[in-house]
């Protein structure tokens, strides 16, 4: 599961990275990639951010249980 | 193109008063350091020249750009600038979460012992090797090492969360922005961009009450390494979502003066990546930080 949350924050990187190319570019080109590639990168986040909900209230994964330590 | 004379900038007072802007601001970072009473004054009237220089020079190059001084040889300038302080950024923000992986995956480890196979006595009684370091040594007394107080964590699925949920509504009424731009739909642009800037402003809100709160528990940036990663990861991206929002907020105005068209629209494009920069690294943080 880590594995695939890592996946999934690469290919929003590698989404950021492509909008950079199309910023670079410039033009009608450049434009629609880079609105093309932020449009995924937010897709993509916004699914990953879901998918971390579902994940923990169904209990595939669980947030390491350090913020339950009490205080002294 | 190859018949275009390449721009070349007039004389300007906008560096000097950059350079003036800076040294006041250090003098009085230094004096204030010495605890100098006007150390902070001086600071506040630093910091106060370095927005005026930002708002002015920046100003006077909108203007020279709506004033058609500039073509396309300018324009490239300006997005390889915007590339390579985009560049800076990513290494920035990748200094410190290197700083937070090396402390959690390998030094931490190494003191308690891990990857060598050979017995390391105790740093201090009661050491215990984890993420985070709860306990770290205080001052050293006459009884021998007076802990520091034990903090209390930040709740994932609290403030946190929530301004995750946020931070990536902003990104998305963003992105509808940016088609509505595209588009040519001036009202749905304009409301767009002022929902995505009331979402960074309720965004900080919740950020300086989740400090309180920490702070509170008693999480401070001098907490050890999981203080000092804390507040310098989520510190730093804070004031990303500052200088974001205020950005945006400059945009709206230029995009009700009419500044933008179809073609034209490379300031528009250059924030909106840096807006969703800003929101990546949240979704880092959220991850990293508050969650694993």
């Known amino acids: 599961m880590d594995y695939f949350v890592i ?66 | 193109m190859s018949n275009e004379k390449y721009y070349v900038p007039h004389g300007t007072y906008w560096p000097i008063i950059g350079s003036i802007g800076v040294s006041t601001l250090f003098v009085g970072f230094a004096n204030q350091m010495h605890d100098v009473s006007w150390g902070w004054p001086v600071m506040v009237l630093g910091f106060a020249i ?134 040519g739909h001036r009202n749905a642009l304009m409301a767009w961009m002022l929902a995505t800037i009331a979402l960074g402003v309720v965004f900080l809100g919740f950020q300086i009450t989740e400090y309180g709160h920490a702070y509170h528990d008693g999480l401070k940036l001098t907490s050890g390494i999981y203080g000092s990663t804390f507040y310098m990861l989520t510190g730093f991206h804070g004031f990303h979502v500052t200088i974001g929002v205020i950005m945006l907020t400059v945009i709206l105005y230029r995009i009700q003066k009419g500044h933008f068209n179809l073609e034209n629209h490379f300031a528009f494009e250059g924030v909106a990546w840096y807006w969703h920069f800003v929101d990546v690294v949240w979704l880092g943080l959220f991850i990293f930080v508050y969650w694993i």
Do not use: C
């Not at chain 2, 390889?80 to 937070?100: D, K, N, P, Q, R």
């Not at chain 2, 306990?135 to 006459?142: K, L, R």
């Open chain 1, 7 to 72: 996946a999934v924050i690469v290919l929003i990187f590698f989404f950021l990275g492509a909008a950079v190319i199309g910023l670079l570019k410039g033009g009608r080109e450049g434009s629609d990639k880079m609105f093309k590639a932020l449009r995924m990168r937010i897709i993509l986040s916004v699914f990953l951010f879901i998918f971390l909900l579902f994940a923990n209230y169904i209990g595939w994964i669980e947030p390491n249980n350090f913020n339950l330590l009490p205080t002294q």
């Open chain 2, 50 to 183: 370095i927005a005026f220089m930002l708002f002015g020079w920046i100003g006077t190059v909108v203007s020279e750009s709506i004033g058609g001084l500039y073509n396309s040889q300018v324009d490239k300038s300006f997005r390889w600038g915007m590339s390579w302080f985009i560049f800076s950024e990513v290494m920035f923000f990748a200094a410190f979460f290197g700083a937070l992986l090396y402390a959690r995956v390998l030094s931490v480890p190494w003191l308690g012992g891990e990857y060598n196979n050979i017995y390391t006595p105790e740093l201090w009684e009661g050491f215990k090797s984890a993420w985070p370091l709860i306990t770290t040594p205080g001052e050293v007394g006459q009884n021998g090492v007076a802990f520091s107080t034990n903090f209390k964590l930040v709740d994932t699925w609290g403030l946190p969360a929530l301004n995750t949920g946020l931070l990536l509504t902003s990104g998305v009424t963003l992105t509808y922005a940016h088609h509505a731009l595209r588009a």
